[in-house]
T-cell receptor, first 116, second 114 residues
């Protein structure tokens, strides 16, 4: 399977600041990456689908101006939480789609965001 | 819209006991089904998946799951659990027609007592 990394693994920031989270595919080129959010003791909720070279597709209820996604290359997608507030504190997880024709996703280790 | 239901939020059992976690989905089209496990402090790992063929799927670490189309179910089983199976288990489904979006169940926390 694919190896996915995220950086940072944990970030604490002040309310009103912006935070960038990176998701990297280490061993193959991923045209599609996904961003999920996981609140404590809850399941993963898909936030957006990131396609290399095009605009991300956001799920209903997710503010695209709040959560900026950039998939600039086949190995890197970034999620920027702009003007973060305490309610944005969560666990953010990226995943990438496997090889073409294989419907399986490989997940990164996640980034824990705490907004003070 | 598709939804995935996991009936048990928490399960506590002793080593060597059998485990069965329920998962039901509400989507009538062709689906791909997954079980993921998240060990404490670790990322999601795939336990097993069903795309087509034999509805009884065997995965890693002695887990298996059975797809029953008529019941819209994909229950996970392990005949004899170990302490190391303590984790959170997520059922997930995607539909080809929905662009390969994974929808997760609420998760089941399993605690295996030594």
């Amino acid at each position: 399977g694919a190896v996915v990394s995220q950086h940072p693994s944990w970030v604490i920031c002040k309310s009103g600041t912006s935070v960038k989270i990176e998701c990297r595919s280490l061993d193959f080129q991923a045209t599609t990456m996904f961003w999920y959010r996981q609140f404590p003791k809850q399941s993963l909720m898909l936030m957006a689908t990131s396609n290399e070279g095009s605009k991300a597709t956001y799920e209903q209820g997710v503010e695209k101006d709040k959560f900026l996604i950039n998939h600039a290359s086949l190995t890197l997608s970034t999620l920027t939480v702009t003007s973060a507030h305490p309610e944005d504190s969560s666990f953010y997880i990226c995943s990438l789609k496997g090889l073409a024709g294989i419907d399986e996703q490989f997940f990164g280790p996640g980034t824990r965001l705490t907004v003070l | 819209a598709q939804s995935v239901s996991q009936h048990n939020h928490h399960v506590i059992l002793s080593e060597a006991a059998s485990l069965e976690l329920g998962c039901n989905y509400s989507y009538g089209g062709t689906v791909n089904l997954f079980w993921y496990v998240q060990y404490p402090g670790q990322h999601l790992q795939l336990l097993l998946k069903y795309f087509s063929g034999d509805p009884l799927v065997k995965g890693i670490k002695g887990f298996e799951a059975e797809f029953i189309k008529s019941k819209f179910s994909f229950n996970l089983r392990k005949p004899s659990v170990q302490w190391s199976d303590t984790a959170e288990y997520f059922c997930a489904v995607n539909a080809r027609a929905a662009g390969n979006k994974l929808t997760f169940g609420g998760g089941t926390r399993v605690l295996v007592k030594p």
